[in-house]
């Protein structure tokens, strides 16, 4: 994460993967800017002037925010905390990576060997899965989900039926979009974190995801 300070125009640039919720779904766009007065973010333009959305960015929770322009692949949102978010980042900005909760039937190679396990939740670093024969910290793994493959990943953690894979490079916002958009057109809907920590199971239909696994 870089951040850059323009005191000029107390602008504060925040490079950061996020989450935007909007009537058609879930979009993977990028984090850009914080102002006293909104966000600025890039990657998804398919929007209207006034429009009401919401956005995620980091493990506080979703955001409200107002459409106030949209131009060239960007948009910037009016947000009434943007003034306390711009002091923040000013100081310490969050660098937990954006979690996206999901539920969805998943691929995993253990030492050669094949299991069928789920994905909990998918961030451009790396995800919560159920925990299978084999998974300590620090063992490699690969993960398949959606159609996509990650290699090589480490087990960070595990604890009971869960554990946390780091992929050995961050996911490209193309691969996630690619998944999630697979996943709606499937007719599952992802939604951001309601509130700090994990939330419960949230694709409906389990059914369709199961299915795109499958395939």
């Given at each position: ?17 996020a989450y935007i919720e909007t009537d058609t779904g879930v979009h993977f766009v990028t984090l850009k ?183």
């Amino acid at each position: 994460m870089m951040i850059e300070r323009r005191a000029e125009r107390r602008t504060i640039s925040v490079f950061k993967a996020a989450y935007i919720e909007t009537d058609t779904g879930v979009h993977f766009v990028t984090l850009k800017n914080i102002s006293a007065s909104g966000v600025c973010f890039a990657g998804y333009a398919d929007l209207r002037i006034g429009q009401q959305i919401t956005c995620c960015f980091d493990s506080s929770g979703v955001r409200n925010g107002e459409v106030r322009w949209v131009r060239d692949g960007e948009f910037g949102l009016a947000m009434e905390e943007a003034d306390i978010l711009a002091i923040e980042a000013r100081n310490t900005f969050p660098p937990r990576s954006v979690r996206l909760p999901l539920e969805m039937d998943a691929k995993i190679y253990v030492q050669g060997n094949r299991f069928r396990s789920q994905v909990h939740n998918l961030s451009i670093r790396g995800a919560c899965i159920t925990r299978v024969h084999g998974m300590r910290p620090g063992s490699l793994v690969s993960l398949e989900i959606s159609g996509h493959s990650f290699e090589a990943a480490t087990v960070k953690w595990a604890d009971g039926e869960r554990a946390g894979i780091r992929f050995a490079q961050p996911v490209s916002g193309t691969q996630i979009c690619e998944i999630t958009n697979h996943l709606q057109k499937a007719g599952a809907t992802l939604r951001p974190f309601a509130d700090k920590g994990y939330t419960p199971p949230i694709v409906e239909p389990v059914i369709a995801a199961k299915a795109i696994a499958e395939a």
